[in-house]
């Protein structure tokens, strides 16, 4: 099996007037790059020419495209292009490219030298740089969603979702399994069920930009991330009374399906 060091997963929902930019740089990155390298697509229930862009960079990149008809949220098509990953280190981005893909050797040093499971891009982290900056109401709404989300769960990361983000391989095959979340708050989920088990997680300021015509709504997808984020709660605090019973007993609860099957 040829051995793959990092791959880059990129969700995709009629992205048809970004994606081919976005696969144009990480091409043009990739060039300069001597390890081997896979591109997945996940073209999420795509119903314009998102997937044909896609697969006209073949010949230029060590790619691969999934798709699917019906849409169902970005966490499950992050979860469907971990699943089918091979690198030993997994990254994803967003087709927007808003976090230019060179900020990939910066984000996987520490994974590679063994010094963290999860390396958060983020945009207020030392070291940021935020370019064409977003409205100012967007951006209020953001960090105030952000910060009582944050609070719910009891994380301490300044930015949750910004959308480039990078994995030990194998850490995230088996914690992208577990997620039950489908939905852009996917991050929240992933995060959480991260500091239960116990991963080291390094937050990394990066390069971001604000692109136009964003599919976020700040107004109606910050209140679905705050609903989202206590069903996340209630689902941890469940696992955890779970847990705690069962170690009473001798018996030890591994995470898998969503949290709900115990092995003995």
Not at 97 to 103: F, H, K, L, M, N
Not at 139 to 150: E, I, S, V
Not at 251 to 264: H, K
Request: glycine share 8%.
């Amino acid at each position: 099996m040829v051995h793959i060091k990092q791959s880059i997963v990129i969700p995709a929902y009629n992205e048809s007037r970004r994606i081919g930019h976005t696969l144009e740089s990480v091409a043009d990155h990739l060039a300069k790059e001597r390890d081997e390298f896979e591109v997945i697509v996940i073209c999420d229930g795509c119903h314009d020419d998102t997937e044909r862009i896609a697969k006209s960079f073949a010949g230029r990149l060590p790619l691969r495209v999934v798709s699917y008809a019906r849409n169902r949220g970005k966490g499950y098509a992050v979860k469907r292009g971990v699943a089918v990953s091979l690198g030993r280190v997994i990254a994803f981005m967003d087709a927007d490219g808003a976090t230019p893909v060179r900020e990939l050797g910066l984000l996987s040093g520490p994974i590679i030298k063994g010094d963290a499971d999860i390396v958060i891009g983020s945009r207020r982290a030392e070291g940021a740089t935020v370019k064409d900056d977003q409205p100012m109401l967007r951006r209020l709404l953001g960090q105030a969603f952000a910060w009582h989300t944050q609070a719910v769960l009891g994380l301490n990361i300044r930015d949750t979702q910004c959308g480039f983000k990078v994995f030990d391989g194998d850490v995230a095959r088996a914690l992208f399994a577990g997620l039950a979340c489908d939905g852009f708050a996917f991050d929240l989920e992933m995060l959480a069920k991260a500091r239960e088990r116990g991963l080291r997680v390094l937050e990394m300021g990066v390069e971001w930009h604000d692109v136009e015509d964003s599919t976020v709504r700040p107004l109606r997808d910050g209140f679905i991330m705050l609903y989202t984020a206590w069903q996340i709660r209630m689902q941890m605090d469940a696992w955890r009374r779970t847990r705690t019973r069962d170690v009473s007993f001798g018996r030890t609860v591994l995470s898998a399906d969503n949290d709900r099957r115990i092995q003995t």
